[in-house]
Structures are given as C-alpha cells and as structure tokens.
C-alpha cells in the first residue's frame, strides 16, 4: 500500500483528488496541505466527503511515497524539485512544467522558469510508454486534454495521420475551471444565462497543444486558433473542433483511424451519436463523435470532459496508476 499526500488539497481539484484517493485500494490517503484551509476539517467545506482529516500548512515535509500538487500556476516551481530529490513520486496539476521551451512558458504564463525543468508530460493515450518509466509527472490542462485528444488521431506517427492544413477551437468550460476563489465575474448573478469568450489567442494551453502535437505555438506547421469560453455551467467542458485537411477523407475512413488509435484507451470512447457534457460529467472519460466531414477536407469533432476529472485530478490518478504499474483505471470506476 502506497501512501500519498496532497499539496492544495483545498481547491476543486484538491477536492477531487480527497475524493478519489479516499476510495483507492492501493492508496492510503495521508496529509492534505492547504494554507488558507489551515485548521478546518474537510468535512467543512465537503460535506458530501465526510472526510474528518485537517487540512495543514506544508512546511517541506516529504513522508508520503507519492505527492499530488494541485496549486495555482507558478506555486510549484520551488516545491516539486526537493520533493523530485528526494526520490518522491511527484504529479503536478498545475502548468508550471509543462512547456519544454522556457520562452513559451514565459510568454503564456507570464512567469520565468529554470531551463531544463520539464517534467514527462502526462497524457497516457498519447504517452503512455514515458509515463510508465517516470517518476515526476506533468498533469495536461483541461482544455487541452479536450482538444489534443480530439485531433490527436490526425497526427499519428506510423504514418496512418493526415496531413492538416489548420484547426479552428471553440471550448466551453465549466465555473468551476477557474478555481474556488471568489471572483465577482464567475458570481450566479454574472453568469447565469451568459457566456462569454477571454484570452482569445493568448492562453497559456496553446502552446501545450502544440508540443502535444509535434509543432510549437511560435513556430507552427499548421494555423491554429483557439476560443476558450466560459458558460454557465459547473463542470465539463465541450469542444467543437474545426479541422481543415489538405485532403479530403470521408467520415468512415476518419472514424476507423480514430477506432484504430484509441483500441488502447479505455477512458475514451468514440460515439456514433452526438456526445453531451452530461454524458461524462463525473467521469474520466473523453467522449469524441466526428459530426462532419465534406468533400472539401473540412471536418466537425466534438469533445467532451469533465474538466475536474479527466481534465484533472482523474486524469492525475490515471496517470498515478500507471507509475505504480496497476491497472490505469483503478479507483476510477466513479
């Protein structure tokens, strides 16, 4: 039995993360930091938990086998590396590593980062063989696990990928992707019956589908852009992706390579029919339906994730379980 920790175990994917470890059969759930929590019982703040463990302070403790760092952007830069050092199975849910290019990650992030700190990226139906050899794990974003797993299929390396001309995403997200802090702008009152689009062209998971993808966000073999919108809705998110080819291909020939790509994958599942945000949310799973394709190489993928699972603590879990060599959905049957 393993033991794990989490380090902002506070937040909605902290919460997540409490949740699923609780019920884990090869895990013992043993400390959950968080700082402004410090001194109240889960039990406080989940009730539906009802989880008695305190949330404390970290002080750089590093007792756990295995430590989970669900914090916001730019706080785990100076606490992964000690815990990495110290032998510690490490998965950060934040983005602070990554982006092999440091420039990238300053520009999107607006933060500055060491050279070299990259941890493998943890995305296991597209590298699940690195996943298996690691020991520090960078957790995709949300919205990037959205669309990289819708398109993915298009760029496969044994030469059975199309080549794409660009690709258009429009995402909706959940309240809930933006954290548990208060925010006047993500209020019932400001976004009941609204939506809204924001950093257009400029968020930080560009760069990160692109690396995904084999290209990068400065330098890219194909044109991308990318909508991110809010809506109101607690979790899920739903992406329509727009995909230019340079050749035409019909939709049977696009869903057998997709069928081919994803026989492995079991927290994907391919559907004949249109895929909704209610028909993941809380799951691990992505749903992906090809809506479209004309005769012209222009096609319509719609994805599907909850955002806090799959787009987070499950997807970290996921990959948890793949390091310690278990079965990748143990304790994500939920």
Known sequence: MYSASIIGASGYSGAELTKVLLH?????????????QTGKKVLDLYPALSCYKVYKPYCGENGSDIYF????????LQLVPPLVAAGKIVIDLSGDFRLKSTDEHEQFYKQVKSPGSVMTYGMSELFRDEILQAKAISNPGCFATSIILGVAPLFASN????????????????????????????????????????????HQHIPEIMQALGTSATTPSFDFTFTPMIGPLVRGI??????QLEEPADAERIKKLYSEFYEQAPFVRLRDTMTEVKHVAYTNFCDIHIAHATPGGSLVIVTAIDNLLKGAAGQAVQNMNLMLGLDEQTGLSL
């Open 69 to 76: 760092l669900a914090l916001p952007h730019g706080e785990a």
């Open 24 to 36: 884990h059969p090869g895990v013992e759930l043993q400390d959950l930091y968080a700082f402004s």
């Open 238 to 243: 739903y992406s329509i992706l727009n995909v």
């Open 159 to 202: 030469g059975s990928g199309m080549k794409v001309r660009a690709i258009n995403c429009t995402s909706t997200s959940g309240i809930s992707g933006a954290g548990r802090s208060s925010k006047t702008e993500l209020s019932f009152s400001e976004m009941s019956e609204n939506m809204r689009a924001y950093k257009v062209g400029v």
